[in-house]
C-alpha cells in the first residue's frame, strides 16, 4: 500500500496550492480519503474527508470556504486545493484512508497514511 502526496511548497498568503495524493496497493474506490496537518509542536488535525464516491465531504471549519477536496477514482488520486493560505496553513498535509465516512476526523480512524508534503504560508 502507497499513499503519496505531492504539491506542497513555499507561498505567500492569500496565495493557493494544489496537493495530490496518489494511491496504489489497494481499492482506492473503496476508501474514504482525508486530509491531515500537523505543524511543528502542535497535534495531527484533521482537514476534510471525502467519501468513497465523492458524493459525502466533511471540512474542519478552519477551511471551509478556502480549501476544496475533490477524487478521481480512475486516476487513483485524491485533490486538495488550497485557496486563499494564510500563515497558519503552514504544516505537513497528509493524506489517509480509511473505510467507511462517518468518525472522519478521528486521525486514528484511518488505515493507511502517506508521507506528507510540507505546505509553507510566508512573505
Known amino acids: ?33 482525508g486530509w491531515f496537518r500537523q505543524a511543528p509542536g502542535k497535534e495531527r488535525e484533521f482537514v476534510v474527508i471525502i467519501s468513497r464516491t465523492g458524493s459525502g465531504i466533511y471540512y474542519a471549519d478552519s477551511v471551509k470556504g478556502r480549501f476544496i477536496i475533490s477524487r478521481d477514482n480512475i486516476k487513483n ?26 468518525g472522519g476526523s478521528s486521525a486514528h480512524e484511518y488505515e493507511y497514511w502517506g508521507q506528507g508534503t510540507q505546505v509553507t504560508v510566508s512573505s
Open 77 to 102: 488520486t485524491v485533490y486538495l486545493q488550497m485557496n486563499n493560505l494564510e500563515p497558519e496553513d503552514t504544516a505537513t498535509y497528509y493524506c489517509a484512508a480509511k473505510t467507511g465516512f462517518y
Open 1 to 33: 500500500v502507497q499513499l503519496v502526496e505531492s504539491g506542497g511548497g513555499l507561498v505567500q498568503p492569500g496565495g493557493s496550492l494544489r496537493l495530490f495524493c496518489a494511491a496504489s496497493g489497494f481499492t482506492f474506490s473503496s476508501y474514504a480519503m
